[in-house]
């Protein structure tokens, strides 16, 4: 089981234990996290779904984002990464969202948004929603594998503090 595995099996102890849910929208990992999370034997138990919105029409479509948020905003920030975790939650039976959204390169960059920039939203049914922004250095496969680390790290601290302070 490698260190991405390691985590998601974590995450998934703590839910399975509080008997909730995740679910996840993701852009630029395209899979990746809900990938390693079903790698874990007996998900099903609290992995709901996974969407894979890459376009903006997707993340309008499948999870409900403003389009004015991605107007004002971009597709690459925090509050489209916010709208993607709560329109995950809204459109799931999950407990737990997370959103991400970011620039995996090569192309794709900007001066106030270069490759490697990478905003993620962990979200609960409680209400709660903080967001993130990480720049990340490597090529399109270590700049996703730093985000699929990220989400799962920050998602996994999240479920433990709740789990504390429950």
């Known amino acids: 089981m490698n260190e991405l595995e390691k ?3 974590q995450i998934g102890n703590e839910l399975l234990a509080r008997g ?7 852009s630029c990992t395209g899979g ?4 390693t999370v079903t790698a874990i ?13 890459y376009s903006n029409a997707a993340k309008i479509d499948m999870l409900g984002v403003p389009e004015t948020t991605l107007d004002r905003h971009g597709a690459v920030s925090e509050a489209t990464a916010r709208a993607m975790a ?5 459109h799931s039976r999950a407990d737990w969202a997370l959103g991400i959204t970011g620039i995996a390169g090569p192309g794709g960059g ?11 939203a962990w979200a609960s049914k409680d209400g709660g929603c903080e967001a993130q ?10 700049v996703r594998e730093q985000s699929v680390r990220r989400a799962l790290t920050g998602l996994l601290e999240r479920i433990t503090s709740a789990t504390v302070n429950a």
Do not use: H, I
């Open 20 to 26: 909730e849910w995740l679910a996840l929208s993701e």
């Open 133 to 142: 922004t990480c720049q990340f250095n490597g090529d399109r496969a270590a």
């Open 110 to 120: 900007s001066p106030g948004k270069p490759v490697g920039t990478v905003c993620f």
């Open 7 to 9: 985590l998601a099996e």
């Open 86 to 90: 709560q329109g995950t939650l809204a």
């Open 41 to 53: 034997a007996g998900s099903s138990t609290w992995f709901d779904r996974g969407f894979v919105t």
């Open 32 to 35: 990746w996290v809900a990938q």
